[in-house]
T-cell receptor, first 116, second 112 residues
Framework: AQSVTQLDSQVPVFEEAPVELRCNYSSSVSVYLFWYVQYPNQGLQLLLKYLSGSTLVESINGFEAEFNKSQTSFHLRKPSVHISDTAEYFCAVSDPGKAAGNKLTFGGGTRVLVKP | NAGVTQTPKFQVLKTGQSMTLQCAQDMNHEYMSWYRQDPGMGLRLIHYSVGAGITDQGEVPNGYNVSRSTTEDFPLRLLSAAPSQTSVYFC???????????FGSGTRLTVV
């Protein structure tokens, strides 16, 4: 069975400082990897994804994540955060098998609080 | 294009009552899922569907039923509500794993 561990439940960070959110997963098969963001009182939005190819993936709002197969990690980073990045971030893995419905398994989430 | 629509947004139930959470998508997605979100536990899969007429259990299916009679709709039924089912429920749909899932805005359910 797949599992996802987000190592930090909360990350306070000052505006314009860098942030890293850690994610480790366990799986016996190839998976797809995702980061989702949830702003207060909203649903989840896809931030970025890794399927294959280049191990570094980027989002349109300055986040990037690096897939490390040997460490089974998919850490999320942003070099300079804004107040508007205050949200909860979820790492997820997907079983790509059709019979499994491409099920997503989520980590416990990391709350990012950006302070002025 | 409405995406994934969930109704109601808020609901308070008494223990033992039943209700149906509605979910509809207009993107012709094959895959649909129901998750519950509880503090510190992320999202946990309740039930999922790989197409009309095909459903299966997820990680926490007890106390919930689903059916998928059409591609668009995937309702979640609570058979006899319990306080442990107090949670935020999200419906999601997808073309397939490559695309990731699109989520609805959620239903906040309180069982008293």
């Amino acid at each position: 069975a797949q599992s996802v561990t987000q190592l930090d439940s909360q990350v306070p960070v000052f505006e314009e400082a860098p942030v890293e959110l850690r994610c480790n997963y366990s799986s016996s098969v190839s998976v797809y990897l995702f980061w989702y963001v949830q702003y207060p009182n909203q649903g989840l939005q896809l931030l970025l994804k890794y399927l294959s190819g280049s191990t570094l993936v980027e989002s349109i709002n300055g986040f990037e994540a690096e897939f490390n197969k040997s460490q089974t990690s998919f850490h999320l980073r942003k070099p300079s955060v804004h107040i508007s990045d205050t949200a909860e971030y979820f790492c997820a893995v997907s079983d790509p098998g059709k019979a499994a419905g491409n099920k997503l398994t989520f980590g416990g989430g990391t709350r990012v609080l950006v302070k002025p | 294009n409405a995406g994934v629509t969930q109704t109601p947004k808020f609901q308070v139930l008494k223990t033992g009552q039943s209700m149906t959470l509605q979910c509809a998508q207009d993107m012709n997605h094959e895959y649909m899922s129901w998750y519950r979100q509880d503090p510190g536990m992320g999202l946990r899969l309740i039930h999922y569907s790989v197409g009309a007429g095909i459903t299966d259990q997820g990680e926490v299916p007890n106390g919930y039923n689903v059916s998928r009679s059409t591609t668009e709709d995937f309702p979640l039924r609570l058979l006899s509500a319990a306080p442990s089912q107090t949670s935020v429920y999200f419906c999601a749909s997808s073309y397939g794993g490559y695309y990731g899932y699109t989520f609805g805005s959620g239903t906040r359910l309180t069982v008293v």
